[in-house]
């Protein structure tokens, strides 16, 4: 499966974006899915995510009540709409799949597949 990140640019404060990560394949019903963000000289960290088959999500606290990760089925995409943005949501966007619905690990590697990423700016 290959991940692609994409939706990504210069953006004011205060305004929006909506990122998506096409999958080449059809996701299995039992993944999960997530967001990673990476601010400059910062590590990677988790956003958000959601299983794909019940589409129970997770966010951040970073971004909780800013930002909402859905999918369209049909699409094979996962899609992170972005508002309220603020300089801090400056970082590379990516997204991964895991093969397992079971928990949301924070943790970036233990992913099965993990696309390139995204820029996001956001002005001041």
């Known amino acids: 499966v290959q991940l692609q990140a994409s939706g990504g640019g210069l953006v004011q404060a205060g305004g929006s974006l909506r990122l998506a990560c096409a999958a080449s394949t059809r996701f299995l019903s039992s993944s999960k899915m997530a967001w990673f963000r990476q601010p400059p000289g910062k590590e990677r960290e988790l956003i958000s995510a959601?299983?794909?088959?019940?589409?129970?999500?997770y966010y951040a606290d970073s971004v909780k009540g800013r930002f909402t990760i859905s999918r369209d089925n049909a699409k094979n995409t996962l899609y992170l709409q972005m508002t309220s943005l603020k300089p801090d949501d400056t970082a590379v966007y990516y997204c991964a799949a895991d093969r397992t619905a079971s928990g949301f690990s924070s943790d970036w590697y233990n992913y099965d597949y993990r696309g390139r990423g995204t820029q996001v700016t956001v002005s001041s």
């Open positions: 959601l299983t794909w088959r019940t589409g129970v999500t």
